[in-house]
C-alpha cells in the first residue's frame, strides 16, 4: 500500500533491466516490409531487397543537448527520434527503422521512462518507423539517450553533400530561425521561474517559435515533393546546427562558392516579432540560429521553373565558383563571408 501513495514514482529497481525493456517495447508495432525481426532476439533482421540502406546515428546527453528543466520528457522523446529521421531525409532517403539506447540515472521514476518512451512511440507512430531495437543501462550522471535512424532509397535516389556545381540555385524548405527563438523564450521563462516559482508564463505570442523548439518535424514529405516536381537536388543536407554552417558543407564538399540573399531568407512573422523584442537581429539568428530541421539542398538552374511557385520552397542564393568564396548578400547590397559559427555561437 504504501507504494500506492505517490503512484507516480515507482522505482525502476522494481522492474528490473528486463523487465523495464519488456514494458518500455511492448506495444512497439512493426509496419515496414523491411521489417524480418524486431525488439526480442540479440539483433534485428533488416531485408532492403534492391535498395541501398542509408544510416545515421546521433547521441544527446542530458545538459549538453537537452535541459529537462523546460524540455519535457515526452518531447525530448520525440525530438531525439525526429533529429534522426531528418538525417536520412536530407539523404533524400526514406526513413524505415529506428533502434534506441538509453541509460538513465536512479532518480528517473519509471513514469519518467514511460513519458520519454510515449514521445518515442508518438514519432514512430507518426513517421512510420519501426522501433527494432536498443540498449538500456544505468547512468550516473544524468539521461543519454542514443538513437539510430535506418532508411531505404534507390541508389539513383540517393543525395550527397557533393554534388552542387557553380550556377545551381540554393533552395530551402520551411522557414529559419524559428527554433532558436523558441529557445531563447523557454530560457527566458525558466529564469523568470527561478525567481518566482508563481509566475504563470503567457507564452500566446511565441506558440510558433516554441513548436519549432520543442516538438521539430523532419522534412519526409520533401522527398515526395521533390520526386513529383521531378527534381533531384544535386546536394542535400538538413539545417541543424544553423543555415550559414551548413551551406559551407556544401560548399565544402562539392568546390563551390556561393551567393545566399539576405531577402530571399524565409522567415516567420511571429520570429521576427520576437527578435525585435528581444532586440537581436533577425538575419543573423535565420543564419546562425540552427535547430530547424528544414532541408538546404541545390538544383540545376533548369529546374528553377519547377520550384519558383512552390510554397514549400524558397530558393535562396545560387553557387559560384569556388574562388569566390561563401558570402551573405545584404539588403543594402553588402557582401560578408558566411561563417560557421552554429548555433552556440549567439550565446556569446
Ligand atoms: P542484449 O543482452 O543482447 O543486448 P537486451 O536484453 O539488451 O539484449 O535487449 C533485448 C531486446 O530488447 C533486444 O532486441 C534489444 O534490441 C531490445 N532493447 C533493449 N533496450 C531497448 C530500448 N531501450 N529500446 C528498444 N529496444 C530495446
Ligand atoms: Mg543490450
Redesign the pocket.
Known amino acids: 500500500m504504501l507504494e500506492n501513495k505517490n503512484p507516480q514514482r515507482t522505482s525502476i529497481s522494481q522492474l528490473g533491466?528486463?523487465g523495464l525493456?519488456e514494458h518500455?517495447?511492448k506495444n512497439?508495432e512493426i509496419r515496414q516490409p523491411s521489417t524480418l525481426k524486431?525488439?526480442?532476439?540479440?539483433?534485428?533482421v533488416i531485408d532492403f531487397k534492391d535498395k541501398k540502406a542509408v544510416v545515421s546515428t546521433d547521441l544527446l546527453i542530458e545538459g549538453i543537448h537537452f535541459d529537462l528543466a523546460y524540455m519535457p520528457l515526452k518531447h525530448l522523446g520525440y525530438k531525439a527520434v525526429v533529429v534522426n529521421l531528418s538525417d536520412i531525409c536530407a539523404m533524400n532517403a526514406k526513413p524505415t527503422q529506428i533502434?534506441?539506447?538509453?541509460a538513465i540515472s536512479n532518480r528517473f521514476p519509471l513514469e519518467a521512462v514511460e513519458e520519454l518512451?510515449a514521445g518515442i512511440a508518438l514519432a514512430a507512430n507518426e513517421y512510420k518507423v519501426d522501433?527494432?531495437?536498443?540498449?538500456?543501462t544505468s547512468s550516473q550522471t544524468g539521461l543519454f539517450i542514443s538513437i539510430t535512424a535506418l532508411g531505404e532509397a534507390d541508389e539513383s535516389e540517393i543525395v550527397y553533400r557533393n554534388g552542387a556545381k557553380a550556377n545551381d540555385l540554393l533552395v530551402v524548405s520551411g522557414d529559419l530561425g524559428a527554433a532558436y527563438m523558441g529557445l531563447q523564450v523557454l530560457e527566458r521563462e525558466k529564469q523568470v521561474f527561478l525567481v518566482n516559482p508563481q509566475s504563470q508564463p503567457d507564452l500566446d505570442a511565441y506558440t510558433y517559435l516554441i513548436e519549432r523548439q520543442l516538438k521539430p518535424e523532419a522534412r519526409t514529405d520533401v522527398r515526395t515533393l521533390l520526386h513529383a516536381l521531378e527534381i533531384k537536388p544535386t546536394s542535400m543536407i538538413d539545417v541543424s546546427d544553423g543555415l550559414s554552417s551548413e551551406i559551407l558543407h556544401l560548399c565544402k564538399q562539392s568546390g563551390v562558392g556561393c551567393n545566399l540573399f539576405e531577402e530571399k531568407l524565409p522567415i516567420d512573422p511571429q520570429f521576427i516579432n520576437t527578435c525585435e523584442e528581444f532586440n537581436i537581429d533577425a538575419t543573423t539568428v535565420a543564419i546562425n540560429g540552427g535547430e530547424d530541421y528544414e532541408l538546404l539542398f541545390t538544383i540545376g538552374l533548369d529546374d528553377f521553373d519547377k520550384i519558383k511557385a512552390n510554397p514549400n520552397f524558397t530558393v535562396i542564393g545560387h553557387m559560384v565558383d569556388e574562388k569566390e568564396g561563401a558570402h551573405l548578400i545584404t539588403r543594402a547590397n553588402t557582401k560578408i563571408a558566411l561563417k560557421a559559427r552554429g548555433w552556440n555561437a549567439l550565446e556569446e
Open positions: 533491466e528486463f525493456i518500455l517495447t512497439f524486431g525488439i526480442g532476439d540479440d539483433a534485428a533502434t534506441v539506447s538509453i518512451y522501433v527494432i531495437g536498443g540498449d538500456t
